[in-house]
């Protein structure tokens, strides 16, 4: 498999984590957290991450209901997903965030900002899958 740069969003509407990661090490690791509430300014952050990292794919955490169904917040996602395909031309896959604020905060160990945390850990799960099944496409 060719080395993959990825970038990971953990999307809210007050803050967004930022994780980067590869394929190559199969490791995430926490980048920042967007914190302008203003879309145009999110956006052009974004745009200067997406600048700077190059990645191959962007992960977006989507948030499911514990029962694995959709939730109001998954169609935030779904949106904020479309509109980094749309506006940067990425390629963008959905991952299951369910529980990656709680295991931030248990890695933290604190209950600090966790955005970039929980990126990292959203990010990490997809690096471990797509580590399991053995190829670069994997779909949620």
């Known amino acids: 498999m060719p080395e ?13 984590g930022v994780a980067i ?7 995430a690791r926490p980048l920042e957290i967007l914190t302008s509430v203003q879309r145009d300014r999110r956006f052009a952050d974004i745009e200067q991450l997406l ?3 190059q990645p ?4 977006v955490g989507l948030p499911l209901a514990s029962d694995g169904g959709e939730q109001y917040a998954s169609l ?9 395909r749309g506006r940067f ?10 529980g990656s604020s709680m295991e931030a905060q248990q890695m ?6 966790d955005d970039a945390m929980a990126a990292m850990v959203i990010l990490q799960r997809y690096l471990d899958a ?11």
């Open 89 to 98: 031309g990425v390629q963008v896959e959905l991952v299951d965030e369910r």
């Open 51 to 53: 600048a700077a990292w």
């Open 108 to 113: 933290l160990g604190t209950h600090a900002a």
């Open 130 to 140: 797509l580590a399991r099944s053995g190829n670069s496409s994997q779909r949620e």
């Open 56 to 59: 191959d794919k962007v992960i």
């Open 4 to 16: 993959q740069t990825l970038l990971a969003f953990d999307y809210g509407t007050k803050k967004i």
């Open 76 to 84: 935030r996602c779904r949106r904020f997903a479309n509109q980094l």
């Open 21 to 27: 990661g590869n394929t190559l090490t199969g490791q």
